[in-house]
């Protein structure tokens, strides 16, 4: 079945203990991306990847890294997270990314206390 | 990056009624899509549509796109409790890449 799972779907942490939201499409999709979602503000896009080592910043990247290191695969790190970064996350994946519907995983619900 | 206006909010329609949702931009859309979303779930895609005056239909839902290419509309007929969600409009840029949602409509379907 074609589908981006996200891992965790639920996590409550504390401020400053650096945090991974892993990602994965088993899709061969070149293009993946990382979203929030805020009551009142929308979906918002962090990174988006092109392809493998290909990432670029979306509207919302500051507190964040990502990497792709393999086309599978795009993890979200919080080095240092912070309260303001309690959100919904989620994954998202394409096939190659430019204007093309984009699969989405069930969300990661962050609580950052 | 590019605005996308959403209209209206919220929607509390009554079984067997008909419903439109609107989604506007500034500039030119790039590819303009439709998605579902189940409170707290995940997004589940409807319709993309790309050129002006385009339009798709999925059993009860019709979505267009008008000349201009710069709104968009997406009717329910006959609205059901299972249409009930969270409705987005998601736009590309012209480089394809980066993707804009508008704040989503959220639709309530009463027996």
């Known amino acids: 079945e074609a589908q981006v799972t996200q891992n965790p779907r639920y996590l409550i942490t504390v401020t400053g203990k650096k945090l991974t939201v892993t990602c994965s499409q088993n899709?061969?999709?070149?293009?993946m991306s990382w979203y929030r979602q805020d009551p009142g503000l929308g979906l918002r896009q962090i990174y988006y990847?092109?392809?493998?080592?290909?990432?670029d910043k979306g509207d919302v990247p500051e507190g964040y890294k990502v990497s792709r290191k393999e086309k599978r695969n795009f993890p979200l790190i919080l080095e240092s997270p912070s309260p303001n970064q309690t959100s919904l996350y989620f994954c998202?994946?394409?096939?190659?990314?430019?204007?093309?519907?984009?699969?989405f995983g069930d969300g990661t619900r962050l609580s950052i206390l | 990056s590019q605005e996308l206006e959403q209209s209206p909010q919220s929607l509390i329609v009554q079984e067997g009624k008909n419903l439109t949702i609107n989604c506007t931009s500034s500039?030119?859309?790039?590819?303009l899509y439709w998605y579902k979303q189940k409170y707290g779930e995940g997004l589940i895609f409807l319709m993309m549509?790309?050129?002006?005056?385009e339009e798709k239909s999925h059993e009860k839902i019709t979505a267009k796109l008008d000349e201009k290419k710069q709104q968009s509309s997406l009717h329910i007929t006959a609205s059901q409790p299972s249409h009930a969600g969270i409705y987005l409009c998601?736009?590309?840029?012209?480089?394809?890449?980066?993707?804009?949602f508008g704040k989503g409509t959220s639709l309530l379907v009463t027996p």
């Open positions: 998202a994946s394409s096939r190659d990314g430019f204007n093309q519907p984009q699969h």
């Open positions: 899709m061969n999709h070149e293009y």
């Open positions: 990847s092109m392809n493998v080592e290909v990432t």
């Open positions: 500039k030119t859309l790039y590819g």
């Open positions: 549509l790309q050129k002006g005056g």
């Open positions: 998601g736009a590309g840029s012209n480089s394809g890449y980066a993707l804009n």
